[in-house]
T-cell receptor, first 111, second 112 residues
Framework: KNEVEQSPQNLTAQEGEFITINCSYSVGISALHWLQQHPGGGIVSLFMLSSGKKKHGRLIATINIQEKHSSLHITASHPRDSAVYICAVRSIVGSQGNLIFGKGTKLSVKP | NAGVTQTPKFRVLKTGQSMTLLCAQDMNHEYMYWYRQDPGMGLRLIHYSVGEGTTAKGEVPDGYNVSRLKKQNFLLGLESAAPSQTSVYFC???????????FGPGTRLTVT
């Protein structure tokens, strides 16, 4: 069983729709990261959170530590949001707090 | 301020050849990482370094070696390339965990 599971694997939306991507994990964590991988391959960090909720522009990330679950929401989606969104957790067990990555959710937003 | 850079961007090797991938960062980060990304799999950690002169094995270290002689550089070596090492390689750096990681643009390596 993967330690970090994302759903859905693929998601197609129409421009303007509200989008939710889910991440569930099975280990104790000190932090959870959401990253975005552009079609060209570059990876950027969107959020790092250990509790509650964070908002940046049209992106909102929430985490429920008790349920071991996080969601990434995109409001008023736009074709430029098309990318792979990756959830990663920093386990409290193991050396140096290295990240464990999900397989990613590929989002395509149609105009 | 270039952030994290990787060279080369693309490379084709024949089985048995060797090569070195270079990662450089100008953010004075202590931690540096090498990952590989394969279709249908999440990023997997190959090796990492917690400071100049130190390296450690990650999840998939076999067939790779690394060196961190200078704080700003982290080198990944393949001594005898195999087709199973065909992948996209990403370097990343960070301050101490759990701070966010900054990724390089990636190196696409094909081993034939």
């Amino acid at each position: 069983k993967n330690e970090v599971e994302q759903s859905p694997q693929n998601l197609t939306a129409q421009e303007g729709e509200f989008i939710t991507i889910n991440c569930s994990y099975s280990v104790g964590i000190s932090a959870l990261h959401w990253l975005q991988q552009h079609p060209g391959g570059g990876i950027v960090s969107l959020f790092m959170l250990s509790s509650g909720k964070k908002k940046h522009g049209r992106l909102i990330a929430t985490i429920n530590i008790q349920e071991k679950h996080s969601s990434l929401h995109i409001t008023a989606s736009h074709p430029r949001d098309s990318a792979v969104y990756i959830c990663a957790v920093r386990s409290i067990v193991g050396s140096q707090g290295n990240l464990i990555f999900g397989k990613g959710t590929k989002l395509s937003v149609k105009p | 301020n270039a952030g994290v850079t990787q060279t080369p961007k693309f490379r084709v090797l024949k089985t048995g050849q060797s090569m070195t991938l270079l990662c450089a960062q100008d953010m004075n980060h202590e931690y540096m990482y090498w990952y590989r990304q394969d279709p249908g799999m999440g990023l997997r950690l190959i090796h990492y370094s917690v400071g100049e002169g130190t390296t450690a094995k990650g999840e998939v270290p076999d067939g790779y070696n690394v060196s961190r002689l200078k704080k700003q550089n982290f080198l990944l070596g393949l001594e005898s390339a195999a087709p199973s090492q065909t992948s996209v390689y990403f370097c990343a750096s960070s301050y101490r965990p759990p701070w966010e990681q900054y990724f390089g643009p990636g190196t696409r390596l094909t081993v034939t």
